[in-house]
């Protein structure tokens, strides 16, 4: 149950990434998956950090199980660490495509999920383990299943 808030307490998440190849991380996020440079600041000592625009934020919470669940009908067995990134696009496959040819390696093709996305595993050039999702229900229809569909998780 959610808490009622008048006002949110938060405004805005920022997931804040170390790239060890800095122009490869931004190539990857701002240029093949498309996501708008916000703004982009350099300091001292080749300090370097960019900030892309990627849409509606959420922060989901799986415990253990839910997690390794969605790796199982995503990918077929374990493969995703703590933290992974997902990302909703209007194409699953040539999203898929286009990243891997842009350095991304896929670790799962795009798979139709019980919950009626086709969602795709890859790791990027800045290390992340992100899944790219297409949700292949309307918004009206998927909202009126969502209480229907045990162990669904928000984002895929």
């Known amino acids: 149950m959610a808490a009622e808030h008048p006002t949110p307490a938060v405004r805005q998440l ?31 000592g080749d300090a370097r950090v960019v900030i892309l625009d990627a849409g509606r934020a959420t922060l989901e919470i799986a415990n253990p199980a839910q997690k390794r669940m969605i790796d199982e009908v ?3 067995r374990q493969v995703a660490p703590r933290l992974r990134v997902a990302f909703e696009v209007d194409d699953a496959e040539a999203t898929t495509a286009r990243l891997v040819a842009a350095g991304a390696s896929e670790v799962a093709p795009p ?11 890859l790791d990027t050039p800045a290390g992340l383990h992100i899944t790219v999702f297409q949700e292949l229900l309307a918004p009206d229809v998927r909202a009126g299943t969502r209480d229907a569909e045990p162990g669904r998780d928000s984002d895929n």
Do not use: H, I
């Not at 990434?17 to 490869?24: L, R, T």
């Not at 798979?111 to 595993?121: A, D």
């Open 74 to 76: 995503e990918v077929g």
């Open 14 to 44: 920022r997931l804040v990434v170390e790239a060890d190849d800095y122009d490869a991380a931004v190539a990857f996020f701002r240029d093949a998956l498309g996501l708008p440079e916000e703004a982009a600041f350099v300091g001292e």
């Open 111 to 121: 798979t139709r999920t019980p919950w009626q996305s086709l969602n795709s595993r």
